[in-house]
């Protein structure tokens, strides 16, 4: 399904064109959320592949690790906010392998925690022509089999078999030679063409390649304004996009145990924070789960330059590390198009009310709903229903299901065309008192 913005009615497949404009001002004046994506280099797992992860998983057979493991922190990260992550491994890396006699074992993926594995073959006590192989990942076993033959093991969630004949009984023998191995650019690409067909809110690139600043940027535009698929992403120190769908995290911060993300590391923690706001949910202000301070604190002066430049950033707070201002890259102010764009709660009501009416359309009017005076007038319900339930969340404001939608015929027989206005609601974040001293 086609969608994005549209300059002249030409559009030639079917599909919602939705062009969202501020009113001009003088310059200066809901499907579900909580998916997030990102492309990391593991040391266990399906490379090359978007994994769903959910919160609560257990991730030993998927990522090789448990949560609570230093290679997964960045897993951690995005798990502290989101509810689905699509992870994709972007290096392959070297399987670790092992041979005792007739029997090969070959560590299932790519990695250093293939050296943790461990083969044990045993006599078994019940049957004296039988063997017990037992599969260990740092000591634990995952995996036990009992055969009289090597042909009759089978593959298991962490290693492949291949042999014949007798088992040879062993204390055990560990594999070797596992190796993450390294992502090039290209392996960073190739996860954008996979995660295309995958639903999400927001993305985070863990990586401070420039290149790669640039390609995700286009990628995230391609999204949003040719296809119709309202996401964000999430860059380290890349303000030059000045785009309402990038948001830049200029630092980083420090968790309670002493850890030090940087800005790059942090783009995770945000990206999820990101995609699970709600439409009428502002990030401004909130703390970094378990962060005490941040890496790099920033002087007044700093700060305001930072924010005047579109730039997220973190500050220290009362032992806390705090959301400065909920703020994406867009600084390109226009008539038509004014601060607000650069507010990502005003984003993701804009976003979200774009989204709803995708999907309404795609679900239950496209080829099924004649273009007529009563089709039209079904779907302007619709769509103002959407607009009623967004205004009782205090998504949007001052919205008149009389006067502030019109759904009209396009210039072709299969087109509508529809016209509406929108007030988002911001949260508080300045307050200008005047006290008079008696």
């Known amino acids: 399904m086609a969608g994005g913005t549209w300059t002249t009615q030409n559009k030639v497949r079917p599909g919602v064109y939705i062009n969202f404009a501020g009113e001009a001002k003088p310059l200066g004046a809901m499907g579900d959320r909580g998916t997030v994506t990102m492309p990391l280099k593991l040391s266990w797992g399906k490379a090359k592949s978007v994994m769903t992860i959910h919160a609560g998983d257990n991730l030993k057979e998927a990522l ?99 042999g014949e004949g007798v088992p040879e009984a062993t204390a055990g023998f560990p594999l070797t030679g596992g190796e993450d191995g390294t992502a090039t650019n290209e392996d960073y690409t190739d996860y954008l ?60 911060v420090i968790l309670s145990d002493g850890t030090e993300l940087d800005a790059v590391q942090a783009t995770v923690w945000v990206a999820a924070a990101t995609a699970s706001a709600e439409v009428n ?64 709660r005003a984003i993701r009501v804009l976003d979200g009310l774009a989204n709803d009416f995708k999907r309404k359309f795609e679900m239950y009017y496209i080829g099924k709903v004649n273009n007529n005076a009563d089709g039209r007038s079904l779907f302007r319900s619709e769509c103002v229903n959407d607009m009623e339930r967004y205004q009782n969340l205090n998504a949007i404001q001052n919205f008149n299901s009389q006067t502030d939608i019109t759904v009209s015929e396009g210039d072709d027989l299969d087109s509508i065309f529809v016209e509406t206005q929108v007030q988002p609601v911001d949260a508080i974040e300045k307050i200008y008192m005047k006290v008079k001293v008696k």
């Open 281 to 344: 949910e502002s990030l401004t202000y909130q703390a970094y789960d378990d962060a005490v301070d941040v890496d790099v604190r920033y002087t007044n002066s700093e700060i305001e330059a930072a924010l005047r430049g579109g730039e997220f950033v973190f500050v220290h707070n009362h032992g806390r590390a705090v959301i400065e201002q909920d703020i994406n890259t867009f600084r390109s102010y226009a008539p038509n198009k004014g601060r607000l764009f650069s507010k990502n």
């Open 64 to 162: 090789g690790y448990d949560l609570s493991a230093p290679q997964l922190r960045l897993v951690r990260e995005a798990l502290k906010r989101a509810r689905t992550l699509l992870v994709y491994r972007v290096n392959a890396g070297v399987k670790a392998t092992a041979t005792l006699t007739s029997l090969n074992a070959t560590a299932k993926h790519g990695g250093v925690r293939g050296n943790d594995i461990m083969i044990t073959v045993q006599p078994n006590l019940d049957q004296d022509d039988h063997f017990d192989v037992r599969t260990l990942v740092a000591g634990e076993e995952v995996d036990l089999q009992t055969i009289g033959d090597l042909s009759e093991l089978q593959a298991n969630e962490w290693v492949e078999f291949e």
């Open 193 to 252: 063409n996979a995660i295309e067909v995958h639903d999400f809110q927001t993305m985070a690139l863990p990586s401070g390649e420039a290149t790669l600043k640039s390609l995700y940027t286009s990628f995230i535009k391609r999204l949003r304004e040719t296809e119709g698929r309202k996401v964000q992403a999430v860059l380290a120190n890349y303000p030059e996009a000045d785009y309402e769908g990038i948001i830049s995290v200029k630092n980083g």
